[in-house]
């Protein structure tokens, strides 16, 4: 059984929210712990139909717009 502790913390900074406006919907950055396929930071773009995740960097610039195959909840990550 696996105990390790995984958790989704929502950045929240003025350059981070001047990165996040650029996206349709909402927009979060994570910091994953442990990192989700070698990501650290990553994007939650949502929009009323989809939600997406982009693979970030700590000041959430997109690093490349491929929608990574990520549910939070699945993956048991706990948001915080």
Do not use: C, W
């Not at 105990?3 to 349709?24: C, E, F, G, Q, W």
Request: charged fraction near 30%.
């Amino acid at each position: 059984m696996d105990n390790l502790i995984k958790t989704a913390t929502i950045m929240d900074s003025p350059t981070v929210y001047k990165n996040l406006k650029k996206h349709r919907g909402e927009a979060f950055l994570f910091k994953m712990s442990p990192p989700f396929q070698g990501h650290e930071y990553i994007v939650e773009s949502t929009i009323p139909s989809e939600t997406m995740y982009f693979p970030a960097d700590k000041y959430g610039k997109v690093k490349d717009f491929l929608d990574l195959p990520l549910d939070l909840d699945k993956e048991g990550y706990e948001i915080l």
